[in-house]
């Protein structure tokens, strides 16, 4: 026999799930070391997640129709934190892993910033290399200098 909710209960159930899925992926930024600081906060007009930098970041358990009211609410938060950038974090059904949840940014926000962090690599990558060609042409040098130097006093 199946027992018919109330929508009292529907509603608790729903928040529960919805706070478990909030502490859950505060907890997968701290222990993967994305964001150390991240923490679950329960206050109103920001963000679900804070301590994620310049990032608002609102989570979800709705279904994928609810998103864009979602989104727009992840920017109202962000707004009233000073920031630009934000996104919304849903929760993936099957898993119990928030690292395998959906990221959902606009389009103006994630190519920027993608775009940002590739140019971040190609910087770090050339100067990594230039590091090691001067490092090799100094040792190389240095190597012929002290070679020479035996040469003379043999000479």
């Not at 001067?134 to 043999?154: F, S």
Request: net charge positive; with cysteine; aromatic share 8%.
């Amino acid at each position: 026999m199946t027992t018919m909710r109330s929508p009292q209960q529907i509603g608790r159930a729903n928040r529960r799930i919805g706070k478990s899925w909030q502490l859950d992926a505060a907890e997968c930024l701290r222990v993967r070391g994305w964001w150390p600081n991240a923490s679950y906060e329960v206050r109103n007009n920001i963000s679900d997640i804070l301590g994620t930098g310049d990032l608002a970041i609102e989570t979800t358990t709705e279904k994928w129709e609810m998103l864009v009211t979602k989104l727009a609410q992840a920017e109202r938060d962000a707004k009233q934190r000073g920031l630009t950038d934000f996104c919304v974090w849903k929760r993936r059904r099957g898993t119990t892993d928030p690292s395998r949840g959906f990221v959902v940014f606009e389009a103006r926000i994630v190519f920027p910033l993608l775009a940002r962090l590739q140019e971040l690599e190609r910087v770090l990558m050339d100067t990594a290399a230039e590091y090691d060609r001067g490092y090799r042409n100094g040792h190389a040098a240095a190597t012929r200098d002290r070679i020479a130097d035996k040469r003379e006093a043999v000479l």
